[in-house]
């Protein structure tokens, strides 16, 4: 269960995917990355939790992710939607989830060619490219820590240097 959580931590984190409006994405984030209980999650706990996401799937411990081990990201993603995990699973009753986002769209249909799909759809090896700075076709551990810092800056909202609940919920206009 943890490990579900912190990948669904993660891939959104990966993709600065909007979460549902409602008070438990916030809750469920901060209860994993909050790592020292103070209610704030700052920039090096935020590295500290990217670093130990990437040991999670880093099988041969090389500190780069092989194709095998991208897969088995795919694989954990498509077992939380199987299991009623991942995006929208704790949206309000009567509430869907936005197109391409409900289980029908999952990362197995996108792996099948039926369509790409974005954020948690979308297949581990497209959305680690994103992470790959110096464009050799392989994420390194630094290189995915290193993605942390612009992702932490666009998720504080309230420009405080830390994230808490405040950061979460509807854009601020």
């Known amino acids: 269960m943890k490990r579900s959580l912190l990948l669904a931590s993660a891939l959104a984190l990966c ?7 409602t008070a438990a994405p916030a809750e469920n984030f901060m209860a994993q990355w909050d790592l020292d209980g103070d209610g ?19 099988s041969d411990g090389d500190d780069a992710y092989s194709a095998e081990e991208l897969a088995g990201i795919d694989a954990h ?5 199987e299991a ?13 989830p ?15 060619g039926q ?5 948690f759809f979308q297949p581990a090896a497209e959305g680690m490219k994103m992470f ?4 050799d076709g392989t994420v390194t551990r630094a290189e995915f820590v290193a993605g942390t810092d612009p992702w932490f800056a666009m998720r504080d ?17």
């Open 15 to 21: 993709a600065g995917v909007a979460t549902a409006q």
């Open 40 to 58: 704030a999650v700052t920039l090096a706990e935020a590295r500290e939790q990217r670093d130990n996401i990437f040991s999670m799937f880093d």
């Open 77 to 81: 993603k498509l077992m939380e939607l």
């Open 84 to 96: 009623g995990m991942g995006p929208g699973h704790q949206l309000p009753e009567g509430m869907a």
């Open 98 to 112: 936005p197109p391409g986002r409900g289980a029908g769209n999952g990362p197995g249909k996108a792996q099948q």
């Open 115 to 119: 369509g790409q799909g974005q954020g």
């Open 132 to 135: 790959d700075a110096n464009r």
């Open 157 to 173: 909202r309230t420009g405080d240097g830390v994230l808490s609940p405040a950061d979460f919920g509807p854009p601020r206009g």
